[in-house]
Every structure is written in C-alpha cells, then in structure tokens.
C-alpha cells in the first residue's frame, strides 16, 4: 500500500523560503506521475508542480511547457531525491497568496499517467494516492 507523507510546512515572512517533503513509502519503480498542489478553503485545488518519476519533471501547463502553475513559476522548484524516496517542493520568494495547504499525490492506480499524461491526469483528479498535508503560512 503506498503512503505518502508532506513534512516541512509553517509559517514564515513575505520573501521567506521552505522546502516541503513528501516521503512515499510502497512506491514501487516504474513511471508514475506525482504532483504538488495547494488549497485554500472555500477556494479550487491548484495545481502547483509535477513529476514523473521515470522522466524527470512533467509539464502540467497547457501549452505542456512547463512543470508549474503560473502563480508559482520562477519562484518554486520540484525535485525527487530517489534514494531517499522523497519529492521535494522547494518555495523562495514567497507571497501571502502562497498561503495554502499543501498536498503530495501520486497516480499509483492509473498508472497510464505516468506515460505522458501526467497533466491531464492532475488537472482531472486522476491522482488516488494522497498525502494529509501541510499548512503553509505566509505573513506580511
């Protein structure tokens, strides 16, 4: 059974930076797309960054040119440490609108995501892997 576990989240000033982990455990080799997003309550999920585990990063933007979402692109950098078994989220320059929890996911079940629809596949929902996680606060 894959579990995925966020750690790193807090509260820091305008301009500050964290780095958020989300540690898989049961995650078996292969490709598989996994993801960063973040939500606000009373807000829509956003789609923050994607990873292909196979590949490298995965572009999640419409054009398919980009592995972040507008609002983060520039300032947030997505990595995969494989021995550890970690993807990282690593945020500089951080705004108050960067506020949100922070989730990890993995498209464990729809395994046709890792094949290069990583993209549809965050933009739709098809991730079924989450983890429970990680309040970011930023504050003026």
């Known amino acids: 059974q894959v579990q995925l576990v966020e750690s790193g989240g807090g509260t820091v000033q305008v301009g500050g930076s964290l780095r958020l982990a989300c540690t898989a455990t049961g995650l078996t080799y292969g490709s598989i797309c996994m993801g960063w997003f973040r939500q606000v309550p009373g807000k829509e999920r956003e789609e923050v960054a994607g990873y292909n585990t196979r590949t490298g990063l995965a572009a999640i933007n419409s054009e398919g040119t980009s592995t972040y979402g507008d609002s983060v692109k520039g300032r947030f950098t997505i990595s995969k440490d494989n021995a550890k078994n970690t993807l990282y989220l690593q945020m500089s320059n951080l705004e108050v609108e960067d506020t949100a929890t922070y989730y990890c996911?993995?498209?464990?079940?729809?395994?046709?995501?890792?094949?290069?629809?990583?993209?549809?596949?965050?933009?739709?929902?098809?991730?079924?892997?989450w983890g429970q996680g990680t309040l970011v606060t930023v504050s003026s």
């Open positions: 996911a993995a498209a464990v079940k729809n395994s046709f995501c890792g094949g290069g629809y990583c993209r549809s596949c965050m933009l739709m929902g098809s991730l079924d892997v």
